[in-house]
């Protein structure tokens, strides 16, 4: 057995089997994985339900400890236990950390999880729209992103590009704004793709859509919808005042941003493309944007 096993702090439960009835309970969330990510499909959310998600991999699940959400219990390897055992051994002592074989637990998934390591965690109660609005320097808003693998790039550039500020008024450096129709930046694969970052910039769903982007004009953000049609303004020739505050408003690539959303920018912005090339991958074009305006 791991000497990190043998550390009084952890609450350690060996699953040597998927035979043993009283590990049921705590096994449930993480189960037939391959079942979540359907349900996830069709329905949105985490695939969990009562504000349940998972955090997969090292990195992640450290920020998870370190985030205002709760940790409910972890499923890990034992040698993934020995290298994270002084880490773990910080988590309230009555955290169940389950600890299984590589075999054990693909049975439990259902998908070869070779990043060794998985938590759940509960959500804890999101900030509002409005609240993000009168605080925060920046925004990044999303219209219908329905890809978890674009949302979780989303996060990461926003979180690396965006997320310090030398304005004490607000002190939010970066936030995010999700319409309706976005997917859930706390699944399992958003979050992941986000290394973590889902859990460190704040978001939340502007509700209604689109006409809730009225509350930035007059909150006194200036908005700034990405598009890659000829009239827009090209990203070189923007003018950017540093005292002012921002919202890039971002679409999905195939349909991009509504006539809707369009009409409440307050400037059209494109990044100009090599002859032959239709547009760039949303969460890059955003990346491009941060490095020219923040």
């Not at 940790?71 to 600890?99: D, F, H, K, N």
């Not at 259902?110 to 409005?130: E, K, V």
């Not at 995010?176 to 704040?202: T, W």
């Amino acid at each position: 057995m791991p000497s990190a096993q043998r550390d009084p702090k952890l609450n350690t439960i060996t699953v040597p089997d998927l035979d043993d009835p009283s590990l049921d309970t705590l096994l449930a969330p993480y189960r037939n994985q391959k079942d979540a990510w359907l349900r996830v499909q069709q329905q949105g959310g985490t695939g969990l339900r009562d504000g349940l998600f998972l955090a997969e991999g090292e990195l992640v699940v450290r920020m998870l400890m370190e985030s205002p959400h709760r940790v409910i219990s972890v499923l890990c390897t034992p040698t993934r236990l020995e290298g994270m055992g002084e880490a773990l051994a910080q988590l309230p002592p009555q955290t169940p950390v389950l600890v299984a074989g590589r075999g054990v637990i693909e049975q439990i998934l259902g998908f070869d999880m070779h990043r060794g390591i998985l938590a759940l965690g509960h959500r804890q109660l999101p900030p509002t729209a409005d609240d993000l609005i009168a605080r925060a320097r920046l925004l990044v808003v999303c219209e219908d992103l329905a890809n978890h693998d674009n949302i979780g790039a989303i996060f990461r550039n926003t979180a690396c590009l965006a997320g310090a500020s030398d304005k004490p008024n607000y002190p939010i450096p970066a936030a995010i704004l999700l319409s309706p129709g976005c997917c859930d930046p706390l699944y399992r694969k958003s979050l992941r793709v986000s290394m973590g970052h889902a859990l460190r910039v704040p978001f939340a769903t502007l509700d209604p859509w689109p006409s809730g982007l009225d509350r930035l004009r007059e909150a006194g953000f200036v908005t700034i919808a990405l598009m890659p049609r000829a009239k827009a303004v090209d990203i070189k020739k923007l003018e950017r005042d540093p005292n002012t505050r921002l919202a890039v408003v971002l679409g999905a690539e195939g349909p991009g941003l509504s006539e809707d959303a369009l009409s409440m920018a307050t400037k059209r912005v494109r990044i100009p493309m090599a002859a032959g090339s239709d547009s760039l991958n949303v969460a890059t074009a955003l990346a491009v944007v941060l490095s020219r305006v923040v």
